[in-house]
């Protein structure tokens, strides 16, 4: 059975840091992308980060690049999401996916995932 479990969300004051973290289970996760997704109420899913297969290639939409940093540990199955400088606009709930694309460097889009945990919440206030 695949399972993918996000945790670490909270509420953290503005400029501050958090840490989330993507447990992935059931299958061989360190062939495909993995990805960070965001949604608020009434707005789609939207991209925040991705990495590739091997870790070496990272994405990140505008909105938080430099401030986010993607990374994973094969070994443990886990993709991680390091939140510094946050802001209100960043609160929303955290989702995790997998790629589909066996090797593959990215995933940008909810349709090019296969697996979603159901989220974590993180809270910015200002």
């Known amino acids: 059975q695949v399972q993918v479990v996000e945790s670490g969300g909270g509420l953290v004051q503005a400029g501050g840091s958090l840490r989330l973290s993507c447990a992935a289970s059931?299958?061989?996760?360190?062939?495909?992308?993995m990805g960070w997704f965001r949604q608020t109420p009434g707005k789609e899913r939207e991209f925040v980060a991705s990495?590739?297969?091997?870790?070496?290639?990272?994405d990140y939409a505008d909105s938080v690049k430099g401030r986010f940093t993607i990374s994973r540990d094969n070994a443990k199955n886990t993709v991680y999401l390091q939140m510094n400088s946050v802001k209100p606009e960043d609160t929303a709930v955290y989702y995790c996916?997998?790629?589909?694309?066996?090797?593959?460097?990215?995933?940008?889009?909810?349709?090019?995932?296969?697996?979603w945990g159901k989220g974590t919440l993180v809270t910015v206030s200002s």
């Open positions: 996916a997998a790629g589909k694309q066996y090797l593959g460097n990215s995933v940008r889009s909810p349709d090019a995932t296969s697996y």
């Open positions: 059931g299958r061989i996760f360190s062939n495909y992308p």
């Open positions: 990495i590739g297969w091997a870790a070496g290639y990272t």
